[in-house]
């Protein structure tokens, strides 16, 4: 079979091109439809204020040595009862906190809105809220 006289190429040659646009259109399909649903349940979440200890710092690099990186950032917080969440920052936000830091977390779903130091220095768990 011909188009304007030229041969068609083999299916398989058909499916080396195509077969990666597609799996590469259905990761940012699935990374928009990941986006948009987790802010639209962070947008119906209560937003929470309570008193914490920050337990714990992450980071975590992404890419590689051809395609640059990306550094996301984590902070977990622990209330006075042992309930623990861990939350995204950006870099200021993380820079700002410092594990053992005791003060008020306010959040939303998954979303960190922000978190108050205590500046009393008073120590222990007696001083979450």
Excluded: C, W
Excluded at 21 to 44: D, G, H, Q, Y
Aim: hydrophobic share 40%; net charge positive.
């Amino acid at each position: 079979m011909t188009i304007n006289g030229l041969p068609l190429p083999p299916l398989r040659v058909m499916l080396m091109i195509a077969l990666p646009l597609v799996l590469t259109l259905v990761m940012i399909i699935v990374i928009i439809v990941k986006t948009v649903s987790e802010k639209a349940r962070n947008s119906r979440s209560p937003i929470t204020s309570v008193g914490v200890k920050v337990v714990g710092r992450r980071e975590q690099v992404s890419g590689g040595v051809n395609t640059g990186h990306f550094t996301s950032y984590f902070a977990t917080f622990e209330d006075g009862a042992g309930n623990r969440v861990e939350l995204r920052l950006s870099g200021s936000q993380y820079g700002m906190i410092a594990e053992g830091d005791f003060g008020r977390l306010t959040y939303r779903g998954t979303e960190f809105i922000s978190f108050e130091r205590d500046l009393s220095g008073g120590a222990g768990q007696s001083r979450l809220i």
